[in-house]
């Protein structure tokens, strides 16, 4: 825990250093990554502090998660906590107003939802800041952004162990566009203080999965869009998982698009409805999405002969 103090104190007074040097050039976008990162930050703080206000350990214990993940989960807690007073302090130390936490919608009832939550939302936060990572022009802020995704990144792991899911589910970590974080975080968001700076992403028409999860490679699957869907032109199911982007034509009806899951998806991974087929997943190409779903890993084989 003091290393970890030390290290932030440390980057801190680096970036202090850096606003005031003439040689560091702001960059309003790594500022809004910040401010972002920062909106995401409040969110996960909200979030978890809500649920282990209302829930003890015996509630924990309760709903069977080990008196060991408890214990991890007051770390989690705490690193978020330190996650957002950093990121406040970067902020500042760069001349602008941290955004201000909002008011939000809970997504959770019970212990295992919460937990089951807490998965999803450190995947979430793991591919925001992997996908924000090439955004950013400070070699500063993009260790510091490393720095926090790779705890995020531990406690997606340690929440996916929790509730029985392959944490190291995929070799590679998923990026995700601001575009597509933020139309997953805002779902959770019910209002902001007015005064907060405004962040340049915009949200995509959602996409819901309408069967339960996990899902299996080579299986179907199917999602309702909020709209209806074109039936003249085909529509592409577009999966986002480690460094793939797979699309595969849609079987489209209504405001319902079926599909079947490429063997190449594994672990927590995102779906889009897109109008082209390219692994290119820009806005003119993206209609709704992303849904969130969950891939059961197939089981790995290696080949250690060569040892
Ligand atoms: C906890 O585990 C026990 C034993 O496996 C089981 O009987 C019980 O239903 C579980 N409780 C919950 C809330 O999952
Ligand atoms: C999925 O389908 C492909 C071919 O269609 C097959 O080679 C592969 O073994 C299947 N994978 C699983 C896990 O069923
Ligand atoms: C997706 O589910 C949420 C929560 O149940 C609901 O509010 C929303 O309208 C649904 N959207 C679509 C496109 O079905
Ligand atoms: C599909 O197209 C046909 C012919 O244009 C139309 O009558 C029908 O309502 C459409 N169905 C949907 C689900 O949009
Ligand atoms: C992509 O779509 C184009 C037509 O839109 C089609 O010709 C091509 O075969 C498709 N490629 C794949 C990999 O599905
Ligand atoms: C992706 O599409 C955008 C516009 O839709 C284009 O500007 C960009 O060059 C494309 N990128 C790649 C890698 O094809
Ligand atoms: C993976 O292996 C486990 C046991 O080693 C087995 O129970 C399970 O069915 C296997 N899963 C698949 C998809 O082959
Ligand atoms: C395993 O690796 C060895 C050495 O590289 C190679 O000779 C062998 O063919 C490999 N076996 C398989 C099943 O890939």
């Known amino acids: 825990m003091y290393s970890f103090v030390r290290l932030s104190l440390n980057l801190l007074s680096l970036f202090a250093w850096a606003s005031s040097s003439p040689l560091f050039k702001r960059d309003n976008t790594d500022i809004d990554i910040l401010q972002f990162a920062l909106t995401l930050e409040h969110l996960e703080n909200a979030f978890y502090k809500q649920a282990l206000s209302k829930w003890s350990a015996n509630d924990f214990a309760g709903a069977n998660f080990s008196s060991n993940f408890y214990t991890q989960l007051q770390y989690i807690v705490h690193d978020e906590e330190e996650h957002m007073v950093f990121l406040e302090q970067t902020i500042r130390a760069a001349g602008a107003n941290p955004v201000q936490a909002c008011t939000y919608n809970l997504p959770f009832t019970t212990p295992a939802d919460f937990v089951a939550s807490l998965a999803t939302f450190e995947g979430v936060g793991t591919s925001a800041y ?139 991974s995102y779906v889009f409805l897109t109008g082209g087929n390219s692994s290119n997943l820009t806005d003119s190409n993206i209609l709704y999405g992303p849904a969130i779903i969950e891939v059961t890993p197939s089981n790995h084989t290696y080949n250690a002969s060569s040892y």
């Not at 968001?189 to 999965?209: D, E, M, R, V």
């Open 130 to 268: 992997l996908g924000a990572a090439p955004l950013l022009s400070s070699k500063q802020y993009l260790t510091a952004a490393a720095a926090i995704m790779s705890t995020e990144a531990i406690h997606e792991a340690a929440a996916r162990n929790a509730i029985g899911e392959i944490p190291m589910a995929n070799p590679f970590a998923t990026p995700l566009s601001g575009n597509a974080i933020y139309s997953i975080a805002s779902k959770f968001i019910q209002s902001c203080p007015s005064s907060n700076a405004k962040l340049p992403f915009h949200t995509y028409p959602g996409l819901n999965l309408t069967q339960s999860s996990p899902l299996s490679v080579n299986s179907s699957i199917t999602l309702a869009s909020q709209g209806s869907l074109s039936n003249s032109t085909q529509i592409y199911v577009t999966f986002v998982s480690g460094l793939q982007i797979i699309s595969v034509t849609g079987r489209a009806s209504g405001n319902s698009v079926s599909a079947t899951v490429p063997q190449q998806i594994s672990g927590q």
